[in-house]
């Protein structure tokens, strides 16, 4: 591989995604505030950083997954970051899912100093980024794609350019309200099937292929069921989110009413510390009101 890749953020996603970058044979530079993170890639023969100006430096395409819009921000203007490290021809991918109107503003400034940038947000969960089938939603230039996409093939199956600059971001958070409206229909059937005395497995096994069938009821239903809460997506990055959703069509003037919903019962769960648990949880709200648990055993 030609083109030298830089990564910054080796968390829930970005551990997996670094990971398939390496098997498809790319150089990898890494960087992560939690330094012990890089350790498993550096034994293995990637370089690290000392700082995000350093993985830039390093690097022809940086790619950026972090948790938020102030950690995007940060990492790429702020003071040792990827735009006093990166060079005239250089390109950004930012994979976290941010504030649409911040992701122009920083693709602004890198353009300013002749680097490019796409805002490519990515689903999945952390089962696509460690088997390379993420969902890739990408914003930018019909050139920079055509460069990007040796990097996207091996971190991602199904990898859609969707517009012009922070539209990755829009269709990502349209992907965030299906997701979790999604979980909330789901959760509502497994208890109603709870309640009327149903097998839980008989009943996923007859529904999830039908026309009712979504990816977080094949993927997330047997969770539930089998009381198994480790994330695939933690419901305080999910509420991260839904406060961008909701923001945004607060200031388009449209409703999302039932993504406002989800908000307020992930609201609940966190006041309970169950935030770092995954989104699959919302469940748990309900059963708090329904008295019964959607379980198995």
Request: glycine fraction near 14%.
């Amino acid at each position: 591989m030609s083109e030298k890749i830089g990564f910054i953020g080796l968390g829930i996603m970005g551990r997996g995604m670094v990971d398939n970058l390496m098997k498809a044979g790319f150089a990898v530079t890494v960087w992560n505030r939690t330094a012990s993170r890089m350790e498993p890639f550096l034994e293995r023969g990637a370089a690290g950083a000392v700082s995000p100006k350093a993985v830039a430096a390093a690097s022809d395409i940086t790619i950026i997954c972090v948790s938020d819009t102030p950690d995007v921000e940060a990492v790429v203007l702020g003071e040792g970051g990827v735009i006093e490290g990166a060079a005239a021809g250089d390109l950004v991918i930012d994979m976290s899912t941010i504030n649409p109107v911040n992701t122009v503003e920083i693709g602004e400034q890198l353009k300013a100093k002749g680097v490019a940038m796409l805002d490519a947000p990515i689903s999945g969960g952390s089962e696509g980024a460690a088997n390379g089938t993420l969902s890739i939603m990408i914003g930018g230039s019909d050139d920079d794609v055509a460069r990007a996409m040796p990097c996207f093939e091996a971190m991602g199956s199904t990898i859609t350019h969707v517009g012009e600059a922070g539209a990755g971001q829009t269709v990502k958070l349209s992907n965030q309200i299906l997701c979790v409206v999604n979980m909330l229909a789901a959760s509502e059937a497994l208890l109603f099937a709870q309640a009327g005395g149903v097998d839980l497995d008989k009943m996923l096994s007859a529904v999830t292929g039908g026309a009712a069938g979504s990816w977080m009821l094949a993927n997330r239903g047997p969770q539930v069921i089998n009381d198994y809460w480790a994330p695939g997506f933690s419901i305080d990055l999910q509420q991260k989110d839904l406060r961008l959703v909701l923001g945004a069509a607060d200031e388009m003037g449209i409703p999302v009413i039932a993504t406002a919903l989800c908000f307020n019962l992930y609201r609940t769960l966190q006041a309970q510390g169950l935030g770092a648990e995954g989104n699959h949880g919302i469940i748990k709200a309900l059963e708090a009101m329904a008295g019964l648990k959607a379980r198995l055993t």
